[in-house]
């Protein structure tokens, strides 16, 4: 079993920056890969950005190019995701998440473990 907990969301004006933080506690020796996705109320969990734990090849959605960065700590087990230039239409809920195995990594199901998810509210 892993547990995620996230950290860092809350409310921004449009352009402005927020951290958000996810730390694995429990068999983090079987992490694979961590995601950041995002979800909207009556919506699909989309993915915002990927990273693989081991050598750390990353994967960024067309939209957060250039403006998210994904990044991990392995010796605190936590991944983050620093987004910068916010949009309004990027409220949502935002939730980490861990697989266990390679392969796939797009989808909400391809991932074994959830965090309880943070808001980020990015005000116009």
């Known amino acids: 079993q892993v547990q995620l907990v996230e950290s860092g969301g809350g409310l921004v004006q449009a352009g402005g920056s927020l951290r958000l933080s996810c730390a694995a506690s429990?068999?983090?020796?079987?992490?694979?890969?961590m995601g950041w996705f995002r979800q909207a109320p009556g919506k699909e969990r989309d993915l915002v950005a990927a990273i693989r734990w081991s050598g750390g090849s990353i994967y960024y959605a067309d939209s957060e190019k250039g403006r998210f960065t994904i990044s991990k700590d392995s010796a605190k087990n936590t991944v983050y995701l620093q987004m910068s230039s916010l949009r309004p239409e990027e409220t949502d809920v935002y939730y980490c998440?861990?697989?266990?195995?390679?392969?796939?990594?797009?989808?909400?199901?391809?991932?074994?473990?959830w965090g309880q998810g943070t808001q980020v509210t990015v005000s116009s």
């Open positions: 429990g068999r983090t020796v079987s992490i694979y890969g």
């Open positions: 998440a861990e697989r266990m195995s390679g392969g796939r990594y797009f989808y909400s199901y391809d991932y074994d473990y």
